[in-house]
């Protein structure tokens, strides 16, 4: 459990740093953590995104394609300022742990 807990801090910031990219959708965004080695479930995934957004990271639109509604996520600006702040923490972190 601690180990999935830990994991999860990496999946946000993964997630946030895409979506200030591109809009993302919920599959893609699977599929590019599975690609990085995270397994990661729906069940996870989309309660994630959720949380980011009622906490205004991330905000969604929602698009018909193929006669499917999709969710497609970009970082707000509070998402855009976390993001930066945990690069600068990862940019520290790394050098600490990788003496």
């Not at 590019?32 to 957004?53: C, D, F, M, V």
């Given at each position: 459990m601690l180990i999935k807990q830990f994991f999860h801090g990496f999946?946000?910031?993964?997630?946030?740093?895409?979506?200030?990219?591109?809009?993302?959708?919920?599959?893609?965004?699977?599929?590019?953590?599975?690609?990085?080695?995270?397994?990661?479930?729906?069940?996870?995934?989309?309660?994630?995104?959720?949380?980011?957004?009622?906490?205004?990271?991330?905000?969604?639109?929602?698009?018909?394609?193929q006669g499917k509604m999709k969710k497609y996520y970009t970082t707000t600006s509070k998402g855009s300022k976390i993001l930066e702040n945990s690069r600068l923490k990862i940019k520290e972190l790394v050098g600490e742990v990788m003496e």
């Open positions: 999946i946000r910031i993964h997630i946030l740093y895409h979506a200030s990219k591109n809009a993302v959708c919920g599959v893609w965004i699977m599929k590019e953590l599975r690609r990085h080695g995270y397994k990661i479930s729906p069940g996870l995934l989309y309660p994630t995104l959720h949380a980011l957004e009622e906490e205004g990271y991330l905000k969604s639109e929602k698009k018909t394609e």
